[in-house]
């Protein structure tokens, strides 16, 4: 039992070390998938500032690749929503969609799905306030 409870004391340190140490700078030769990667560990050890960042960097520099624009645009949503920041996760997600009315079959379907999903788990007071 002591055991147990000091392993898990030793993950907590570790997660909260490595939630202290914010992504400031993304080498310009990391691929989009590195970069996404990154945002993905960032967002796993609660480094949401840093995740955002990634994602954003995946957008702004590969954004007019339209897989990588709508992946990069629903991984902002989900840490929004992890966040429960549901304003911004409501409005990451609808601008999501919006990107499958606009570029149609050309972006991947699954994160359109994904994205649906995403705003069922907003509470209906966030999604009325940012519809009106």
């Not at 147990?4 to 070390?17: K, N, Q, R, V, Y």
Request: with cysteine.
């Amino acid at each position: 039992m002591k055991k147990t409870a000091t392993i898990i004391s030793i993950l907590g340190i570790m997660i909260f070390i490595s939630s202290c140490n914010t992504i400031k700078y993304i080498p310009e030769d990391k691929t989009p998938a590195q970069i996404i990667q990154m945002g993905q560990n960032a967002s796993t050890a609660t480094a949401y500032k840093s995740a955002i960042y990634c994602y954003e960097t995946v957008i702004e520099r590969f954004g007019s690749n339209p897989a990588i624009l709508t992946e990069a645009q629903y991984e902002i949503g989900y840490v929004y929503l992890k966040q429960k920041k549901y304003d911004k996760a409501y409005t990451a997600f609808t601008d999501l969609l919006q990107l499958y009315d606009t570029m149609g079959s050309s972006v991947p379907p699954a994160y359109k799905k994904l994205a649906e999903i995403g705003i069922e788990k907003i509470p209906a007071r966030y999604k009325k306030a940012q519809a009106e």
